[in-house]
T-cell receptor, first 114, second 111 residues
Framework: NAGVTQTPKFQVLKTGQSMTLQCAQD?????MSWYRQDPGMGLRLIHY???????DQGEVPNGYNVSRSTTEDFPLRLLSAAPSQTSVYFC?????????????FGPGTRLTVT | GEDVEQSLFLSVREGDSSVINCTYT??????LYWYKQEPGAGLQLLTY?????DMKQDQRLTVLLNKKDKHLSLRIADTQTGDSAIYFC???????????FGSGTRLLVRP
């Protein structure tokens, strides 16, 4: 199993550009989520999905779109990048189990918006 | 709403015990987690505790949960320099179906 994979690892965008951060998991997990990590603020939930075709907003959804057409993939779209979206983005997945919803994290995407 | 708070920084000497504290507000939390993040890396799950437990021990790690005060702690025995990292506590509530993180505690282990 590859676990949770994210691409790209690094990205630099200009203000106003759009891009999609990719996330995939091969563990057949129902639950997937996106977080952003900023210094001193921990991880904040952007969007999450409890299964294919179902998505919902987290704490900081503005400026981001998601879709979940398959169980495996959960891309995050920035429609018009802003400097405030400079951050490290983590994707995670889980299914209910002995440890509750033990989240498996991807390695992260470091995004800089100039 | 949900909120999780942690102190920002802890410094200990190698070989001492470290205690990292966390408070949470959501009384419907069912699982509480501790994650470790090393520089430039993702998050690694260290341990978890179910809300009907008071204590869980896993090798050098001891988790204590005080449900009345909504207080969670992580004790690392015989702290090593390799334990230097940021530690996050997180709560999962079945009512909201979300994992909410604290801001992280940076642990520095001095030789």
């Amino acid at each position: 199993n590859a676990g949770v994979t994210q691409t790209p690892k690094f990205q630099v965008l200009k203000t106003g550009q759009s891009m999609t951060l990719q996330c995939a998991q091969d563990m057949n997990h129902e639950y997937m989520s996106w977080y952003r990590q900023d210094p001193g603020m921990g991880l904040r939930l952007i969007h999450y999905s409890v299964g294919a075709g179902i998505t919902d907003q987290g704490e900081v959804p503005n400026g981001y779109n998601v879709s979940r057409s398959t169980t495996e993939d959960f891309p995050l779209r920035l429609l018009s990048a802003a400097p405030s979206q400079t951050s490290v983005y983590f994707c995670a997945s889980s299914s209910p189990g002995e440890g509750g919803h033990e989240q498996y994290f991807g390695p992260g995407t470091r995004l800089t918006v100039t | 709403g949900e909120d999780v708070e942690q102190s920002l920084f802890l410094s200990v000497r190698e070989g001492d015990s470290s205690v990292i504290n966390c408070t949470y507000t959501d009384s419907s939390s069912t699982y509480l987690y501790w994650y470790k993040q090393e520089p430039g890396a993702g998050l690694q799950l260290l341990t978890y505790i179910f809300s009907n437990m008071d204590m869980k021990q896993d090798q050098r790690l001891t988790v204590l949960l005080n449900k009345k005060d909504k207080h969670l702690s992580l004790r690392i025995a015989d702290t090593q320099t390799g334990d230097s990292a940021i530690y996050f506590c997180a709560e999962w509530a079945d009512s909201s179906y979300k994992l909410i993180f604290g801001s992280g505690t940076r642990l520095l282990v001095r030789p």
